[in-house]
T-cell receptor, first 119, second 114 residues
């Protein structure tokens, strides 16, 4: 089955530090990969996505590259801000399952990484 | 647009009580999902629906039932609550069809079962 593994948290950084959150996956098909962010007291929001090998997703200064050879999708940001403090989830959506070749958009999530950024 | 809304936001139940969580979306999305979020375990899919009148089991369906009588609403029911169902519940929706459509999440319902 599908699975996603993220680096253990929590991660604590000072403002303007470099961020990396590791994510690796196991999938039976050829998945799409996502990073979602959850700010305190809120639901999840899509941060970025990549749908094929070597694609780079980017948004709000965050980047992640789909690495099929290492089954990874690590999240990076060059200079974090206090407002980036949140929980980050790596996720995958497999395709080619279910009737008509669709996976019905089901997501498999990693366990989440808590990021705290101090001024 | 309100997006995805969930009611209630908080609830405390005693073991054996029942309740229904309501999810509503105003984006005309075909697919809807119920997840539960537990510490250190990410989000796990309980049930999902790919259209009005359809439902299917996800990863952790036991102890829950769902209904999708209207396209915009997806209800999650607990017939006899257990302490193991203490969790934060999220509803999500997406346009559906082929492709890689973003899932939109509600703000969550925090449920405590005593």
């Amino acid at each position: 089955g599908n699975s996603v593994t993220q680096m253990e948290g929590p991660v604590t950084l000072s403002e303007e530090a470099f961020l990396t959150i590791n994510c690796t996956y196991t999938a039976t098909g050829y998945p799409s990969l996502f990073w979602y962010v959850q700010y305190p007291g809120e639901g999840l929001q899509l941060l970025l996505k990549a749908t094929k090998a070597d694609d780079k997703g980017s948004n709000k200064g965050f980047e992640a590259t789909y690495r099929k050879e290492t089954t990874s999708f690590h999240l990076e940001k060059g200079s974090v801000q206090v407002s980036d403090s949140a929980v980050y989830f790596c996720a995958l959506s497999d395709r080619g399952l279910g009737a008509g070749g669709t996976s019905y958009g089901k997501l498999t999530f990693g366990q989440g990484t808590i990021l705290t950024v101090h001024p | 647009n309100a997006g995805v809304t969930q009611t209630p936001k908080f609830r405390v139940l005693k073991t054996g009580q029942s309740m229904t969580l309501l999810c509503a979306q105003d984006m005309n999305h075909e697919y809807m999902y119920w997840y539960r979020q537990d510490p250190g375990m990410g989000l796990r899919l309980i049930h999902y629906s790919v259209g009005e009148g359809t439902t299917a089991k996800g990863e952790v369906p036991d102890g829950y039932n769902v209904s999708r009588l209207k396209k915009q609403n997806f209800l999650l029911g607990l017939e006899s609550a257990a302490p193991s169902q203490t969790s934060v519940y999220f509803c999500a929706s997406t346009r559906g069809g082929t492709g890689y459509n973003e899932q939109f999440f509600g703000p969550g319902t925090r449920l405590t079962v005593l």
